[in-house]
């Protein structure tokens, strides 16, 4: 092992940056070459890569974003797209490839994997959290902290003006964020993809919590659950009580990455690094109970994450 790429792909995540230079500080350390490949699976396709030192990646342990950039590659599904990929790292002398992505790049990975021999390290990186294996991605922790923080503001206006508020998170199909979050912000309601509710029950808990002497309160709603304008039109109609919605949106993307996010991103990174040295299979770097492992790359991608319900019991009883 000589030369090793790495390249970021999908959704930025809080911490990508921080994952890029503890690869290529500790490739370096290692005596090995690091290319950078830009734009995601694009820059595989259409041969963008630099050469990376540890000062060229000085003073980005702090910032959001990627400095590789990233996208989503529709050329990537194609077989002709995972060919010229292929071609391009036999062209670099790339003998290991760091994928630092979220469940598509490492799909998109799996795929590349049919085109070529060299072995692939994925390091999970969205703010989703929906990586199979794994129990916490490098940028998790910042969306989850940058949408406590609104929440926080929010409260004070819903309690000023005796209103609910739909607070509408990111995490696509998964409730991830919404789960933390929810949580952490001690939202009175909850609604998640994973669980099927009706309108009634919001609706119920709403009413319960007027009963209580609860005049106000914070419904965290997934985007993934579907229409939340609706849902908090439905919630003022049904209720009496106004509502407002307030959809979060891409500040959950950026942002520096709070501690947590970089602590995962020197040690994850750091192990990709070991794992492309030592290991023969593809595999990607997890955490599991504390612990830094790995799985194979193959059934990190054949699986689903669960989604811990028992959270939602603890934030509905902590709500009351
Ligand atoms: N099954 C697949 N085959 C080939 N490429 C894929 C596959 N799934 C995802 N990809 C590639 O990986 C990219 C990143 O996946 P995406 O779901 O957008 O983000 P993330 O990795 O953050 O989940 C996609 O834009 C696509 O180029
Ligand atoms: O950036 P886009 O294409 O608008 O996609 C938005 C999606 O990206 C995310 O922010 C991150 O998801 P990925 O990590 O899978 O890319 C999702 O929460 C959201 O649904
Ligand atoms: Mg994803």
């Given at each position: 092992m000589k030369r090793i790429g790495i390249v970021t792909s999908g959704g930025d995540a809080p911490g990508m940056n921080a994952a890029i230079r503890a690869v290529?500080?500790?490739?370096?350390?290692?005596?090995?070459?690091?290319?950078?490949?830009?734009?995601?699976?694009?820059?595989?396709?259409?041969?963008?890569?630099?050469?990376?030192?540890?000062?060229?990646?000085s003073g980005i342990l702090q910032f959001g974003g990627t400095i590789l950039h990233t996208s989503r590659c529709l050329e990537f599904w194609t077989k002709d797209g995972l060919q010229k990929s292929a071609e391009t790292l036999a062209f670099n002398r790339i003998d290991g490839?760091?994928?630092?992505?979220?469940?598509?790049?490492?799909?998109?990975?799996?795929?590349?994997?049919?085109?070529?021999?060299?072995?692939?390290?994925?390091?999970?990186a969205t703010i989703d959290n929906d990586v199979y294996g794994n129990d916490e991605t490098i940028g998790f922790d910042t969306a989850v902290n940058t949408a406590v923080a609104e929440i926080d503001k929010i409260r004070d206006t819903a309690a000023s003006m005796d209103r609910v508020f739909v607070v509408e998170v990111m995490g696509r199909t998964r409730g991830f964020i919404a789960l933390a979050v929810g949580l952490a912000s001690g939202a009175e309601t909850i609604l998640v993809p994973e669980v099927k509710f009706t309108i009634d029950d919001v609706v119920g808990t709403v009413k319960q919590n007027v009963q209580k002497g609860k005049k106000s309160g914070?419904?965290?709603?997934?985007?993934?659950?579907?229409?939340?304008?609706?849902?908090?039109?439905?919630?003022?109609?049904?209720?009496?009580?106004?509502?407002?919605?307030?959809?979060?949106?891409?500040?959950?993307?950026g942002g520096n990455p709070t501690a947590r996010s970089r602590y995962l991103a020197g040690a994850f990174g750091d192990k990709?690094?070991?794992?492309?040295?030592?290991?023969?299979?593809?595999?990607?770097?997890?955490?599991?109970?504390?612990?830094?492992?790995?799985?194979s790359l193959e059934e990190s991608v054949r699986n689903k994450k669960p989604l811990d319900l028992s959270l939602l019991d603890l934030a509905r009883m902590l709500a009351t």
């Open positions: 290529v500080r500790a490739a370096h350390t290692k005596d090995l070459e690091i290319v950078g490949f830009e734009r995601g699976w694009e820059g595989l396709i259409n041969n963008k890569c630099r050469l990376l030192s540890p000062r060229s990646v490839l760091v994928v630092i992505g979220g469940d598509g790049s490492f799909n998109g990975a799996q795929a590349l994997s049919k085109e070529t021999d060299i072995r692939i390290a994925g390091v999970p914070i419904i965290v709603a997934a985007e993934g659950i579907g229409d939340t304008r609706e849902l908090s039109r439905d919630v003022e109609k049904l209720t009496g009580i106004e509502s407002r919605l307030s959809v979060l949106g891409y500040a959950q993307r990709a690094v070991e794992l492309l040295l030592e290991e023969r299979i593809n595999s990607i770097i997890v955490l599991q109970n504390g612990k830094v492992t790995t799985i």
